[in-house]
């Protein structure tokens, strides 16, 4: 059973900006904190930001004032807006709870080069 299905990734130039979409089923999704993770080749998954329910969020120190998380709990998605992208922000992006996580979705791809 599918319960996350991340999108919005792909190939952009250092300084570029994607948006990247969670959606998930109510059921999982509804009165959780969500966050967005990712993973590079050859690293460990990581926390890059995170939101509560009621929208408080936070982000890790190497995407602060770049990236910007945000939900909408009627369509049960959760969004990372992300801008002036690195080259080290190269990685698979998943989202999942922060507490009781579930099953891990495919993830997206986002790749900054030029």
């Known amino acids: 059973q599918v319960q996350f299905v991340e999108s919005g990734g792909g190939l952009v130039q250092p300084g570029g900006s994607l948006r990247l979409s969670c959606a998930a089923s109510?059921?999982?999704?509804?009165?959780?904190?969500m966050g967005w993770y990712r993973q590079a080749p050859g690293k460990q998954r990581e926390l890059v930001a995170e939101?509560?329910?009621?929208?408080?969020?936070n982000y890790a120190g190497s995407v602060k004032g770049r990236f910007t998380i945000s939900r909408d709990n009627a369509k049960n998605t959760v969004y990372l807006q992300m801008n002036s992208l690195k080259p080290e922000d190269t990685a698979v992006y998943f989202c999942?709870?922060?507490?009781?996580?579930?099953?891990w979705g495919q993830g997206t791809q986002v790749t900054v080069s030029s």
């Open positions: 109510g059921t999982i999704f509804r009165g959780y904190a």
């Open positions: 939101i509560t329910s009621i929208g408080t969020t």
């Open positions: 999942n709870r922060l507490i009781a996580p579930r099953t």
